[in-house]
Each structure stands twice: as structure tokens, then as C-alpha cells.
């Protein structure tokens, strides 16, 4: 596609749901990136995958937070049992491997409201 | 660790030139960026420097780097009011595809 696309664009859910996030990249681009921006602040990096392989996950906040990526493309964010201080704009981002700096593409995000 | 720094605000007259500062700490950053978040829609890259230039300039928008200072700044020319945004720094502490790190950003209040 012409962009980074994510969906769904908003979720309202109840504290204690599981939901899941998807992101489809730029095609081509080999590195994805997940990152969450809470009301007011800067962004916060949550997990990397180069491929579908995950060399940084030292961001997921805690091990209800998970992420996969297959066919070195779509990617799907899980939160289990989530709690109202999971209620963010969920920010996905991808890169070109080899580009200069690995410039990061973002997406519109998706906007979790945890209730 | 790394860490980037932004004041929060910033507000000016439209016409009038914006200067959006930065610094931040990990002097092995390769590249810097600036981009720009518009409500309710996502991260737009709007410029990035590489470390070892001191000066990049893309129409309306001017970056300078100060290596020895760790600081990075963002001038925007004849701000219009569809500048009005959230302007993120962020450095990239490796090469390659690292996750990027961000500043809290700067929101810029253009008034007409």
C-alpha cells in the first residue's frame, strides 16, 4: 500500500477484554516497529521486529503485551486482560531495511480506550 | 541511558519564524528527526539530519545540529497557521532500524 495502515482506528473495551491491534506496513519494508503515546506524552517504544523475529522486546510494559509479525508484513499487538492504564493511541511504524537511517513511516495509530 | 528534551510550548504570530529545540543525550546518535503530529492523526517525518552535518535546510525548514552540545533546533519560516501541531524530535541511537527514541514533543500554537 501507499502507506502504513493500521485498524481498528478506535476500540473502546472493558477492563479485563483481550484485544488485538493490526498493522500492515509499507511492502517491502523489512523492520516494524510498535510504540504507545499516552495522553500528553511523548511516544514509548513497546517491541521491533526485523522480519518476522523480534530482536528487541524490552519495551512490552508486561506479559499481558505480546506482538507477532508474519510473512514479513502484517503485525498483530495483543493485550490481554486489559487494565485503563493500557488506554493509549497504539502507534505502529515501519522501515526499509538499508534506508538511510532506517527512517521510520507511522501510521494513523489506533486509539485504545480501556473502560 | 538516552533521553531527548523538548520544551513544551511554543507559541507565535502567523508570519513570524518558530524555533522548536531539542537536546538529547547519546552522542553516538546517527540521525536526528523531526516530526510532526497534526490531531488526531499520526507521526508525518517531516526532516532528519545525519550526524555529521551541522545545517540541512528543505524549503520553509531549517534544522541545525550542535554536536558539541547535543542540541538540535527547528526553524520553520512565515509559520502559517496550518503549522499548528505537536513537533516531535527524536534521535536514532544506532544504525540502521533501531527503535527511535522521542522526545515529549512541542506543541506550536500559530495565531492568526
Known amino acids: 500500500g501507499a502507506g502504513v495502515s493500521q485498524s481498528p482506528s478506535n476500540k473502546v473495551t472493558e477492563k479485563g477484554k483481550d484485544v488485538e491491534l493490526r498493522c500492515d506496513p509499507i511492502?517491502?519494508?523489512?523492520?516494524l516497529y510498535w510504540y504507545r503515546q499516552r495522553l500528553g506524552q511523548g511516544l514509548e517504544f513497546l517491541i521491533y521486529f526485523q522480519g518476522n523475529s523480534a530482536p528487541d522486546k524490552s519495551g512490552l510494559p508486561s506479559d499481558r503485551f505480546s506482538a507477532e509479525r508474519t510473512g514479513e508484513s502484517v503485525s498483530t499487538l495483543t493485550i490481554q486482560r486489559t487494565q485503563q492504564e493500557d488506554s493509549a493511541v497504539y502507534l505502529c511504524?515501519?522501515?526499509?531495511?538499508?534506508?538511510?537511517?532506517?527512517?521510520?513511516?507511522f501510521g494513523p495509530g489506533t486509539r485504545l480506550l480501556v473502560l | 541511558g538516552e533521553d531527548v528534551e523538548q520544551s513544551l510550548f511554543l507559541s507565535v504570530r502567523e508570519g513570524d519564524s518558530s524555533v522548536i529545540n531539542c537536546t538529547y543525550t547519546?552522542?553516538?546518535?546517527?540521525?536526528l528527526y523531526w516530526y510532526k503530529q497534526e490531531p488526531g492523526a499520526g507521526l508525518q517525518l517531516l526532516t532528519y539530519i545525519f550526524s555529521n552535518m551541522d545545517m540541512k535546510q528543505d524549503q520553509r525548514l531549517t534544522v541545525l545540529l550542535n554536536k558539541k552540545d547535543k542540541h538540535l533546533s527547528l526553524r520553520i519560516a512565515d509559520t502559517q497557521t496550518g503549522d499548528s501541531a505537536i513537533y516531535f524530535c527524536a534521535e536514532s541511537p544506532g544504525s540502521g532500524n533501531t527503535p527511535l527514541v522521542f522526545g515529549k514533543g512541542t506543541r506550536l500554537s500559530v495565531i492568526a
Open positions: 547519546d552522542s553516538s546518535s546517527t540521525y
Open positions: 511504524a515501519s522501515s526499509f531495511d538499508g534506508s538511510i537511517g532506517g527512517t521510520q513511516y
Open positions: 511492502s517491502g519494508h523489512t523492520a
